[in-house]
């Protein structure tokens, strides 16, 4: 089995505890997931903000290395062999990283949010493979390809303009996941948002690539 985790850790994500829980509830079903008792699984993580941060998780390391590329319009993979890794041989590292994670990002006021290239990125580590991306978004995509925009009108409500809001707005997502798809990569998509959120275009990627979609609205983890 392969997973790929694809994390916001943009300031929203970390002031409303989203982070904290996502990598908490990582951790805890790291040995639950199917193939770990084989030595089969495989895992990789991406995080984003107004950058993409990938890390290095070699079974060599002690502790996980992060490298970040800004440019979102010339994304490119660092160290492309270390990026996805036998969960079994690299445990140690994964710990690292997850233990890492919160207070990596802890003092962060990055606002922006690049899930567009994030998951580019994330097609290219694992196309040759295939399995299942899980990406956690806790804001609306606002920069680099695939970026949205804030379209709630309560005006609309109960119009003959209502329909508009309902469906997606970028054409982006749909194509993306049908591509993903090809390569047998499932999507389960959790939306953390503490405001709006266009659902019914980021629904997409689930929707085309038989994944799930799991939506809090309002999430506060003090909640």
Partial sequence: SVYVFVMDVSAG???SGMLNCAVATIKECLDELPGVAGGRTQVGF???DSAVHFFNLKSSLSQPQMLTVPDLAELFLPL?????????????VVDALLDALPTMFASTRKLDCALGPALVAANRIQSHIGG???VFLSNLPSVGEARLKHRENPR??????EHVMLNPSEEWYKTKAIEFSRFQICVDLFLFSSQYTDVATLSC??????????YYPAFHASR
């Fill in 13 to 15: 994500a970390v002031s």
């Fill in 46 to 48: 991406l995080a984003f």
């Fill in 80 to 92: 492309p062999d270390d990026l996805l890794v036998n969960l079994t041989d690299c445990r140690h």
């Fill in 132 to 134: 299942k991306m899980v």
């Fill in 156 to 161: 609309a409500l109960g119009s003959d303009k």
């Fill in 205 to 214: 990627l689930p929707k085309y690539t038989a994944g799930t979609l799991q």
